[in-house]
């Protein structure tokens, strides 16, 4: 490796390693279970163009994504000569970069020369906004204003500490004022210690190096993507994905539809044209969130070493038609944004399969978010997913009970013993499902089963999907087993909810059950091999009645 080269290696990992730190810093400083044990914090290094250059290893597309197309618009409201050293900005419209109301964007300035030449960016979920149930879930709003707080592009922070206005408006508007101050105050100490990063790359490379590096950063990345997309084959490929129910009518169908167009010139064009439009329900997205889906997707079928900068994002066109369910205009809610884009994900995963058969992959059981909370004040509140089992592969099963997923951070699943330290509540069990994933010459990835005991009474708020329409297999292999929501009575008597709930009402000593959806399988389930089958079973992915039922294996 060249000197250059060395330097330019040593540059880049700088970059990424000072987004990396504000994360750190974040899921440290905060206050929220969420946040704290599960490791979900995002942060980013941008450009004053608004070119996102870097972002923490625990950075899930969705949330760089948000970061990215968001600056320009705090830009439009804050101008750069506006802005002073010290300043810190947040917002979290859905409708101009945000993902939902809970999610608070945090910019910071770095200035050169006395103009802001980058931003230091970060990024949570935090506790509590308001809305129609605590924890910033409202899986049946049929407006924005049932999400939450709406914030514009705001100077949130001086040198002096936080606006006082911003901050009361802030908390008259939680359930958990303090924790949701103390995640805000983590927000801006994440972008302080990134910040003091880059002005350390600054001085050690000069305003013209670090510019320079940079560039070099973004074309080094478009050049592989761009080489990548060169090997795949060229053509048109199209493909759809449905999704359950919108929360509000069950009997209404709702669909998501892509066209892949490969050029062969190291480009790909994604273009939803045909997907459903937007409803008055929580199964829409913003822009930035389906932008997400759609490079997300493409990126699991090339190199997976290839950084996530701008210059990935110079190879791939994405049309997102507005007022559909993936580029949703107000009053209609973006809360349920998982429902359409994980759809957005799987159409585009269907296409490229039929594009590039040897990397196929089958249909997954998608994430499945929920919330307890307190039923009064003083409250408390626990958000958390569990994830549905993956579709099988080319040549590989499906992995259990970990979704293909680009919206959560590092651990994404709290541990049990912090949650019930934290809230009355008692996680009982937590296992794999039988059978859940769908039969094949390779079989779909488990769903899991996660029993939670409550010690008061609470709410329970959900909102699934592939619970009724189970995620297909591919050339013959079968559907996963669909999940669902469940309230146990202490009698044992189990009552199925829908996928989408809002505040249902648990009495101490009763059980909420999770069960998530397993993924499809791949190829006919009398190819797979009898070894794999007798593993299986040894294991307990299968029951016996499965082995003979769905692999004809006595």
């Known amino acids: 490796m060249s000197a250059g080269s060395l330097t330019a290696e040593v540059l880049r990992n700088a970059l990424v390693v000072a987004a990396e730190e504000a994360s750190i810093v974040v899921v440290r400083s905060a206050y929220s279970t969420f946040i704290v044990e599960g490791s979900d914090a995002s942060a980013a290094i941008l450009d004053a163009r608004g070119r996102l250059i870097a ?113 009361a408006v802030l908390k008259a508007n939680s359930r958990t004022p ?13 972008t302080a210690v990134a910040a003091a990063r880059l002005e350390s790359l600054l001085a050690e490379y000069g305003t013209a190096g670090l510019a320079q590096g940079v560039a070099d950063y973004l074309d080094h990345t478009e050049a592989r993507t761009r080489a990548a997309l060169a090997e795949l084959p060229t053509g048109r490929f ?10 509000i009518d069950p009997d209404r169908p709702h669909h998501v539809r892509v066209a892949v167009t490969l050029g062969g010139d190291g480009t790909a064009s994604l273009d939803f044209a045909g997907t459903d439009p937007q409803v008055p329900a929580a199964i829409n997205a913003s822009a930035s969130q389906s932008l997400a889906a759609a490079v997300f997707a493409v990126r699991c079928f090339l190199d997976p070493s290839i950084p ?50 040897e990397r196929a992959i089958a249909a997954s059981g998608i994430l499945q978010p929920f919330s307890i909370a307190a ?62 994933g769908g039969p094949g010459r390779h079989r779909g990835g488990l769903g899991s089963r996660t029993v939670y005991r409550f010690l008061a009474d609470c709410h329970v708020t959900t909102r699934g999907d592939r619970l009724r329409l189970a995620p297909p297999g591919r050339e013959g292999g079968l559907p996963g087993r669909p999940g669902g929501f469940f309230l146990r009575r202490p009698d044992g008597t189990v009552e199925r909810l829908a996928s989408k709930v809002n505040n249902v009402r648990f009495a101490a000593g009763e059980a909420f059950v999770v069960e998530t959806t397993g993924g499809g399988g791949l190829g006919p389930p009398r190819e797979r091999e009898r070894a794999a089958i007798l593993a299986d079973l040894d294991a307990g992915r299968i029951t016996p009645q499965g082995a003979a039922d769905d692999y004809g294996f006595a």
């Open 55 to 167: 972002h923490s290893m625990a950075t899930t597309l969705m949330n760089s994504m948000a970061l990215k197309v968001a600056l320009p618009e705090l830009i439009a409201d804050i101008p750069l000569d506006g802005m002073r050293p010290g300043e810190v900005y947040a917002l979290n419209d859905a409708y101009r970069g945000g993902v939902h109301t809970n999610d608070l964007l945090v910019y910071r300035p770095v200035f050169v020369a006395g103009e802001p030449a980058y931003f230091t960016a970060t990024m949570i979920h935090v506790s509590d906004l308001g809305g129609l149930s605590a924890g910033g879930m409202a899986p049946l709003a049929t407006d924005i204003f049932l999400e939450g707080l709406q914030l514009p592009p705001v100077r949130l922070a001086t040198g002096a500490g936080l606006e006082p206005a911003v901050e």
């Open 178 to 190: 303090d924790k949701v101050m103390g995640d805000v105050r983590a927000l801006v100490a994440g």
């Open 238 to 247: 199209e493909a759809a994905y449905p999704i359950d129910d919108d929360g």
């Open 308 to 357: 996530m900068n701008d210059g990935c994002l110079r190879a791939i066109d994405v049309h997102l038609p507005e007022g559909s369910l993936l580029n949703a205009r107000s009053p209609h809610p973006c809360g349920g944004r998982y429902v359409p884009i994980y759809a957005a994900m799987e159409a585009v995963f269907q296409a490229l399969s039929d594009a590039v058969p």
């Open 375 to 436: 039923v009064g004040a003083p409250y408390w509140i626990h958000l958390s997913y569990d994830f549905g089992g993956v579709g099988a592969r080319r040549g590989l099963d499906g992995p259990d009970a970990t979704g293909v997923h680009f919206g959560i951070g590092r651990n994404s699943v709290p541990q049990a013993e912090p949650v019930e330290s934290r809230c009355p509540l008692i996680v009982e069990s937590i296992e794999t499902i039988p059978d859940s």
